[in-house]
């Protein structure tokens, strides 16, 4: 059963021909021609979610599992703009995704109709690209733009498309075969323009240079690249910076950037005279804000997916090939024969660090660093940890990372919106276990995750109560003004216990070290029917003083 109207007749077409087989749906009457068709049809695997904001963060995190296109259908109005959130975080963490929204005739904007507003490239500043097509345009006119759909879709830097479909009623008509015959041809020379890369000149500069530093942003698990980031940092003039949501970590990279920046100094031996980026966000607010006040710096930003980000001032050359084409050429002019003492100077004060860490980690009175300690502890390996925005992804860093655990988050625009949504999505298309780890206030705003039939045993759920927004008692401002409490940190109303018992979760709490102990030397364990749920309640008076007392220990 396929929908008479012709658009939609080549968007399956569109979508079998290319393999797009995940969709998420919500619910409603002007989408009702892309719902019926999609959902009939045994080659597409169709979830069907009431809130559009959720249901976008949900195909989030089903793309960025797959490493493929996930679609969204959602009917008009409203429902269109709480697609936003997602499609700005997809847009910044160069993911696909092929929105598809459905849309009054144009004659009927701003005259009265419901469910109404103008579409028309409504998503503009957060797409790769926007398309409407109105029902009477011709064939000729329907497969043009889905040719250029197509190349948008599978361009080499990934992103979000948009789709805006106009229908008139009847809205439900259907018929029982295709007559098209065009077909949608996936195409392998789809590439970017060629960009003419001068390797001499690079190295060149490159072996100038005697401190270089390698900081790498979120990004995918990548053996090869791994292993050519080992074979650098032996070299005594390189230093490998990573952190979580990197994905490759090593004994002899600096894996903790805030924990090694508590003794680094202004002495020049630190300061490096290039940084080369790869990667998308940086998470460390203090390790920009070093490089940004390094004099003479000269920044290489390495990208084959991405635009450039001008993210210290120092900008110079923005090389648009892949990571691991970059440093196989670096390697091949580089003779590794210097004297340089950059990368040891680094090493020992990450290893300084990181004894003081050890060192004083145990003795910290019940506190949200305490909580992370135990849950860093006892995470299992090779499974998916999700870290939730604000506090949380930045008290992982201050623990070693595992390597064979995948780490995620939504660093594209950093939002606490979506992060549930996000981990749900992604756990439906993975085998493995899939932990998130999540703030109070972040994991209420996003409850309705699990307003649907989707709740996997493969989810587990980290819930930090610190009564409320405790990263504004940790990052400077905030703290000095009169409203704290009431308008910045806002305590949380809800009783996170009563709202998993509505959305039928599992529930767990903890409220001292010996009780979280105790109860993660079970959690992980996937014995459940649905997602589980821990909440940890930590004192929020105490947490700000408990980390602002870790750096000052770790400072020696």
């Not at 008479?4 to 409603?28: A, E």
């Not at 276990?433 to 972040?442: E, H, K, P, R, Y």
């Amino acid at each position: 059963m396929v929908s008479n109207k012709k658009t939609v007749q080549y968007l399956l077409k569109f979508c079998k021909d290319l393999q797009i087989k995940n969709w998420v749906l919500s619910p409603g009457s002007r989408n009702a021609p892309i719902t019926l068709t999609l959902g009939n049809d045994s080659f597409f695997n169709c979830e069907s979610l009431v809130d559009e904001r959720s249901a976008a963060f949900i195909a989030l995190g089903m793309s960025v599992a797959s490493n493929f296109i996930t679609g969204l259908s959602c009917t008009s109005g409203s429902a269109v703009l709480n697609y936003t959130p997602a499609i700005s975080e997809a847009f910044y963490q160069n993911i696909p995704l092929f929105i598809v929204t459905s849309d009054r005739p144009q004659k009927w904007i701003g005259n009265g109709e419901g469910q109404c507003i103008n579409q028309i490239e409504v998503y503009k500043n957060f797409v790769k690209n926007s398309y409407h097509i109105d029902e009477d345009v011709s064939e000729n006119q329907i497969i043009q733009i889905f040719e250029k759909i197509k190349s948008d879709l599978f361009d080499n830097v990934k992103g979000p498309v948009h789709l805006n479909l106009a229908f008139d009623e009847p809205l439900y008509e259907t018929t029982e075969s295709l007559s098209l015959t065009y077909d949608f041809v996936r195409n392998n020379d789809i590439v970017s323009p060629e960009i003419h890369i001068d390797f001499e000149d690079l190295s060149k500069q490159w072996n100038q240079y005697s401190k270089i530093m390698i900081l790498c942003g979120q990004m995918p698990k990548d053996e090869k690249l791994l292993f050519l980031l080992k074979e650098l940092n032996q070299d005594p003039k390189i230093v490998v910076l990573t952190e979580s949501l990197s994905n490759v970590s090593d004994f002899f990279f600096v894996n903790c950037i805030d924990r090694t920046l508590a003794n680094i100094t202004e002495d020049e031996k630190f300061a490096p005279e290039l940084v080369i980026t790869i990667g998308g966000a940086i998470i460390s607010k203090k390790i920009k804000q070093y490089l940004r006040n390094v004099k003479n710096l000269e920044h290489w930003q390495v990208s084959a997916t991405r635009h450039s980000e001008n993210v210290f001032e120092s900008l110079t050359h923005f090389i648009n090939i892949s990571e691991s084409d970059f440093f196989r050429k670096m390697i091949a002019k580089n003779d590794f024969e210097n004297e340089s003492l950059f990368s040891n100077n680094w090493m020992q004060t990450s290893r300084i660090s990181e004894i003081e860490h050890d060192k004083n980690i145990v003795s910290f009175p019940w506190s949200d660093l305490k909580a992370f300690q135990l849950i860093n502890d006892f995470l299992p390996e090779e499974c998916v940890f999700h870290l939730g925005n604000s506090s949380p992804v930045r008290y992982v860093q201050l623990f070693n990372p595992i390597a064979s655990v995948n780490y995620q988050g939504n660093r594209g625009v950093s939002g606490i919106d979506g992060c549930s949504s996000t981990a749900l999505g992604y756990s439906l298309l993975s085998e493995k276990l899939n932990v998130l780890v999540s703030g109070d206030l972040s994991f209420v705003y996003d409850i309705n995750a699990f307003w649907n039939h989707l709740d996997k045993n493969n989810l587990k759920i980290i819930i930090i109560n610190n009564g409320g927004g405790g990263i504004f008692r940790i990052i400077p401002g905030p703290k000095s003004t009169k409203v704290l409490e009431s308008k910045f940190e806002v305590g949380n109303a809800s009783n996170i216990k009563s709202l998993c018992e509505a959305y039928q979760l599992k529930y767990f709490s903890a409220s001292s070290e010996e009780a979280l102990e105790d109860v993660l030397n079970t959690f992980f364990i996937q014995d459940s029917q649905t997602t589980d749920v821990l909440e940890i309640f930590t004192p929020n008076t105490l947490n700000a003083e408990v980390l602002n007392d870790y750096f000052k220990k770790l400072n020696v």
